[in-house]
């Protein structure tokens, strides 16, 4: 049997916060009260495209229990965003709005209610202005332009070259072109955002909000108040999802922050599902175009790709969305020739941003469907052409990615097996297919959104007085991942004490510095912040212990909350235990048994050197390259993932149904094992809602016709089928204990998985997402015509 190596990690353990949200007891922000609260709302743009003649507030201001109305003139014109190269919003618009939702003012009220009738008393004077709702209509020549600073409407452009491209193709047997179309999409996390701001009488603003990243929001919301960062607190309650659109300040939380200045009184302001879609930063559309050639025995030798991303009105993660969508191709495939060429355009529609993936799904999809069609041009086995191209660990891409661990061959084996893969592929029945495809993500960007040498995260544990308690203070984002119970973990097997002896306290960014839940970072970034502050407190107690008991500090360890002396079988405890017995009289959870517990020792620290406290911190060496955005897509480690889905396709009603999924992740190791699988499966049911349902459409006007959860559709449980999850542990050197990232990558292969599967079954390649029954009816007639 395999010695176990480790005490509390590695092992399937209940998440700590599971009590609270199964009981209904956890805080949420719109949950959250304060005396005196008063309710904002915003006043939005109807219109898609529109000149501001002028805004009347004085009929909303003369209503009854109205504290406050706000626009542009009272906030000022600060431009902020996600990346400080394409600062362009502020946060009310002053002289034009750009899309359906473009913030214009915002009221505070007594009650909730008497906000919304004083929104309705705000008259704003408009002159319409041309719309551009599409790529086609913003890059046409002389298209209205939506900001001066975008010529030609396109916000963010990349050329990139590795190798020689040209001259590969010149080499290959086979070349393949072909193109895919995804759709917006939503984050469709549960919780609509919401915060609450309170301004004090020392001017210190605290802001509760429902966020991914409580640092940056501190960051923005000094920056645009105008109040010094000291002075702006950021807590973070319980999330109810967050997916990548929670990534950034939103209009939400700066207006309720200027509102509670102004009046004084804590204000809450709560999105409907409506603003939500409106405020959206989720999934670009993607057109993207792949030109892939290969040697007749299946070796790749170059990709050529062009990208246009759909991105609305306004920048948000757009530079380092259109870098993503080109740089993520690099790997898991051997590829020593690629070239991209990537433009993200401005449209009239709401700003697209950050969600699961960034950047990399629709990429990922139309590569990995490309390589089917590939190995069905060679005759080769779908699978064995992915196992002779993959990299291994050692590897770096032609884009300077290292591939410091990288467990992909062990995925794919284990998807093929785990699947039956040689027993259906080809011999399946009519109208049933299988599809196989690989995915790959970071583990956490290699800096910061912002230029900054910063720690990505920073941790603290202090150990209470009586040594019975570890409690770990954290900037970590727990937006529902199991954040907080891997830092539990990776304190406790750092400590050498029970899970249960840890507390974790988080996302308040008092506690300190954390980049917060996106890139898929929190596990090996924060995760080595929280090892380091441990082994800090560890060295502390088992330093006063030695001196004590008079033994050399390296012969003790702590394991299973005991301390432990090597080359001695039993220490003479009771001098200690007695001691601590006086100290807590009257007690009835006193240390027991032969040996001297943690929690003694923990207590003789704090009666030698007071509060006995820990700090860690986290930040990547220097990474990639010296080229033009090679800060995008590096990170200290990289997962790899491999998935194949069995599907049944009704050719009379184009109906799709996914009947199986097996998934294998390489998360290098698994601090907790049902949290690994439990990302695993949520990363599935988003991509499986992508690629057969999801898409927010608008309007001629750029009105959004998919306002609810109703009309937009989600994956639910009725349409998972059960998930082989396959955990395979590649042990990565730049993660704490080995471990890397599951949170995102795990949703790459889906899309492409299902779409090769579906050809497998009808022999139609859909090139267009989400396939819905019109459009796989569609390709099943296109498909016979041309058979």
Known sequence: MKKKQFEVINSRAPRVDAAIKVTGQAQYADDLQRSGQLYGAILQSPLAHARILNIDTSRALRLPGVKAVITAEDVGLTKYGVSPARYDETLFAHDRVRYVGDEIAAVAAVDAAT????????????????????????????????????????????????????????????????????????????EPHACIAEYDHAGRL?????????????RTVAMVTGIPIGRVRVVRPCVGGGFGPKCEATPLEMSACFLAIKTGRPVKVTYSREQVFLHSRARHQFFHEMTTGVKKDGTIMALAHACKL???????????????????????????????????????????????????????????QQLDIIAEELKIDPVELRMMNLMETGDATCNDLNMSSL??????????????????????????????????FVSGAGYPIYRSDTFHSTAEIKVAEDGGTVIVR??????????????????????????????????????????????????????????????????????????????????????????????????????????????????????????????????????EK?????????????????????AVGTSP???????????????ATGKITVDAMTDAHDCGLAINKTMVEGQMQGSLSMGLGETLFEEVKFDQKGRLM?????????????????????????????GPYGAKEVGEGAIMPTIPAILNAVYDATGARITELPLTPERVLLALKEARENS
């Open 115 to 190: 906000a919304q009738e004083a929104l309705k008393l705000i008259k704003v004077e408009y002159e319409e202005l041309p719309l551009v709702l599409t790529l086609e209509e913003a890059l046409a020549e002389g298209a209205p332009q939506l900001h001066d600073d975008y010529p030609g409407n396109i916000s963010a452009e990349v050329h990139q070259e590795f190798g020689d491209v040209a001259a590969a193709f010149k080499e290959c047997d086979f070349i393949h072109t072909h193109r895919l179309v995804n759709k917006r999409q939503d984050g469709g996390f549960i």
């Open 206 to 218: 605290t802001l509760y909000t429902s966020t991914q990243v409580s640092h940056y929001v501190q």
């Open 310 to 368: 759909d991105g609305g009105a306004y920048t948000s993660f757009g530079i380092a969305t259109v870098y993503y969508a080109g740089s993520l191709l690099g790997a898991p495939y051997r590829l020593p020739n690629m070239k991209y060429d990537g433009f993200r355009v401005c449209t009239n529609k709401p700003a697209c941003g950050a969600q699961r993936g960034h950047g990399g799904v629709a990429a990922r999809a139309c590569f990995e």
């Open 407 to 440: 467990g992909m061959k062990e995925c794919v084996e284990a998807v093929k097996k785990g699947s039956g893969w040689e027993k259906k592929k080809g011999k399946l029945p009519a109208g049933k297919g299988i599809g196989m495809a690989c995915g790959f």
């Open 474 to 607: 954290s900037g970590i984002a727990e937006i529902g991942q199991g954040a907080d119970t891997m830092v539990a973990m990776i304190a406790a097997e750092t400590l050498g004490i029970p899970l249960a002896d840890v507390r974790v306290d988080s996302g308040d960014t008092d506690y300190s510095v954390d980049l917060g839940a996106y890139s898929s970072r929190q596990t090996l970034m924060s995760g080595h912040a929280t090892k380091d502050a441990a082994e800090n407190v560890k060295v502390q107690i088992l330093e006063v212990v030695a001196d004590k008991l008079s033994v050399d500090v390296k012969n003790l360890d702590i394991k299973g909350g005991f301390i432990k002396v090597k080359g001695r079988k039993r220490v003479d405890i009771k001098p200690f235990r007695d001691y601590y017995r006086k100290e807590h009289r009257g007690w009835s959870n006193l240390p027991e048994g032969e040996e001297l517990t943690f929690t003694e020792a923990a207590r003789m620290a704090f009666l």
């Open 610 to 630: 007071g509060t006995i406290v820990g700090t860690g911190k986290y930040k990547p060496p220097i990474l990639g390259g010296k080229f033009k955005g090679a």
């Open 637 to 651: 480690a990289y997962g790899g993932s491999s998935q194949v889905v069995e599907v049944s396709v009704d050719r």
């Open 706 to 734: 998919t306002p609810s959860l109703g009309e937009y559709r989600l994956a639910t449980a009725l349409d998972m089928p059960n998930i082989n999850t396959l955990v395979v542990e590649s042990g990565e050197p730049n």
